[in-house]
DNA sequence: GAGTGGTCTAGACCACAGA
DNA sequence: CTGTGGTCTAGACCACTCT
């Protein structure tokens, strides 16, 4: 990319065609916070200078991290870094859906801890902590149709997250995925949810009056950065009753 | 695309660029069965020449349906209508993983009946059928690890499916996509999963050898061609003490 | 060696946003 | 009006497969 006849040493091992390369850069860049999300780029051409490269190959480059909703391309404007919105959050990072099809977010939450702890095995496996790390916990209810439906407990690394815990409870949003870009410089970019069938239990009960051993969702979902780093871990019980869990497969 | 100076006459009002409208005619001729599973295109070059653009166009057409997986490149070789695989089934289709994190299908199944029948609402709603119309019905149990775990009642327009209710039940494979393919000439090209925990019941009981009250989950998947037209229902109930189902979020 | 898709380039024109 | 991304073209060269 420097010099186009000689092999790059400014890429990791180099390897792979330009315009893989050049995407790299960019999620780099992207990922140590040179371009922050909602931020404009420099345009195809001033990318193609800066590289070294031809405006096609940046094009191609832009393209796939615009399918990988890394960027957005915004004909006539620019191109943008992709920022978490209720519509993302919505389409992406909500799959519940009411038994008539509608598909909403939860309009309220409910906080009942938000504290300092060290991590469980499980959590500390999951985001790929040692041991002995701490991670703040945040527990809620979320409510779906009105009523109390999803009893959620969410671990995110203390490192990543200072000062998370001496949040005031009503300073938290619905929607934590803008507030971990916004406060912690943190876009999550990716999760992975294992689903299981499980029995109401007592906590179940009082929170949400659903009656002893009736069948809910429990949703374990881990977040990713675009970098591949895990940065939350959340564990949803859910009312299942009005709801159903939408996956679309190709 | 006939004339590169005058309007199209030839797509459905045409409208849009015109690597889009390549892309249309190209799932028209594979839904109406001019290219099949598994067949060669003709070359870049070729399609470029008939279609009367270039081939960079083309080439951008073929690559929006290779990400669609429509068809599969390859380099050397050519470009092939995307056919079923057990690869496919298992990454796409199967969405159960062991608790050891093992992604597996199915091995053996067993067929509980094979027979024609009037649609129920619930098919007629989903399979875009009149509420007369018949519909085959497959019941069978699937197992994973060695045990029964999946009791799937799947019903298809028996228009679409004629004689599949005369097929001997040790002729049905595991994974019927294959058999739908080959001997009906219809390619499932996505479905939409509808997940809920239940109990188990006498039934389940019964054949899974599951606790009565356990949960269990029930999957509803509607299935579609390329064109969009629903072509089967399938309502699985699953034993998951050993099992997860997975779903990826981007 | 011939034919295929994969990469890269260079340049034209269009559609859209905003000063 | 300028600058942006979106489309389309034409041609070069590479990597791979098969004969």
Redesign the interface.
Request: glycine letters at 2%; charged letters at 20%; proline letters at 6%.
């Given at each position: 990319m420097s010099d186009a006849n000689a092999p790059n040493t400014d890429i990791g091992l180099d390897a792979g065609p330009l315009y893989r390369q050049i995407k790299t850069q960019i999620v780099r860049r992207i990922a140590n916070g040179v371009w922050s999300p909602g931020e404009l780029l420099p345009s195809e051409f001033r990318l193609a200078d800066e590289f070294g490269v031809s405006q096609g190959t940046v094009r191609k480059a832009l393209d796939a991290l615009a399918?990988?909703?890394v960027v957005v391309r915004r004909q006539g404007k620019g191109t943008f870094v992709a920022q978490h919105t209720n519509q993302r959050a919505l389409f992406?990072?909500f799959?519940l859906?009411g038994d008539d099809g509608s598909r909403e977010l939860p309009e309220t939450h409910r906080v009942l801890a938000c504290r300092q702890r060290p991590a469980s095995s499980d959590e500390a496996h999951c985001l790929n902590l040692p041991v002995s790390a701490k991670v703040i916990e945040i527990e809620r209810i979320r409510t779906l149709a009105g009523s109390p439906a999803i009893i959620e407990r969410i671990t995110v690394p203390a490192r990543l997250f200072a000062g998370l815990d001496a949040t005031p409870a009503t300073d938290l949003p619905n929607e934590l995925y803008r507030l971990y870009e916004t406060d912690y410089g943190i876009t999550v970019?990716?999760?992975?949810?294992?689903?299981?069938?499980?029995?109401a239990g007592r906590r179940d009960v009082s929170l949400l009056g659903i009656r002893t051993?009736?069948?809910?969702?429990e949703i374990?979902?881990t977040a990713l950065t675009v970098a591949g780093t895990p940065v939350e871990r959340r564990i949803s019980r859910c009312d299942?009753r009005r709801?159903?869990?939408?996956?679309?497969?190709?």
């Open positions: 399918s990988d909703s992406h990072f799959h859906v970019h990716r999760a992975v949810e294992n689903l299981r069938p499980i029995s051993g009736r069948p809910m969702l374990q979902r299942m709801h159903s869990y939408i996956s679309e497969i190709v």
